[in-house]
């Protein structure tokens, strides 16, 4: 059974950064690829940023690139996102999500693995 948890989130100021992390237990990294999605109120959920190990690709966001970094450290079965230059328009919950297709990253309904989020609050 695949259990995907996230952590890390939290209240920052604009400017400010965080690390999200995503322990991913009964999950074997693969051809697939994992990703982090966030849903703002009134919005859509929306894909932030995806990484395929296969390849060691990353992909991201328009809105997120030059200030969010994912990575993930197989040895600790772990992927993060690193958030510099935090906006009050990044303010959502973060998802963790796994066994994605790399081809449409973007997409959360390729996607087979969720997490239950962490709360990402940013004020101006």
């Known amino acids: 059974q695949v259990h995907l948890q996230e952590s890390g989130g939290g209240s920052v100021q604009a400017g400010g950064s965080l690390r999200l992390s995503c322990t991913a237990s009964?999950?074997?990294?693969?051809?697939?690829?994992m990703g982090w999605f966030r849903h703002a109120t009134g919005k859509e959920r929306e894909g932030v940023a995806a990484?395929?190990?296969?390849?060691?690709?990353?992909y991201y966001a328009d809105s997120v690139k030059g200030r969010f970094t994912i990575s993930q450290d197989n040895a600790k079965n772990t992927m993060y996102l690193q958030m510099n230059s935090l906006k009050p328009e990044d303010t959502a919950i973060y998802y963790c999500?796994?066994?994605?297709?790399?081809?449409?990253?973007?997409?959360?309904?390729?996607?087979?693995?969720w997490g239950q989020g962490t709360q990402v609050t940013v004020s101006s």
């Open positions: 990484i395929y190990s296969g390849g060691g690709y990353t």
């Open positions: 009964g999950y074997t990294y693969s051809s697939r690829c």
């Open positions: 999500a796994a066994d994605g297709d790399a081809n449409s990253w973007w997409d959360m309904y390729t996607y087979n693995y």
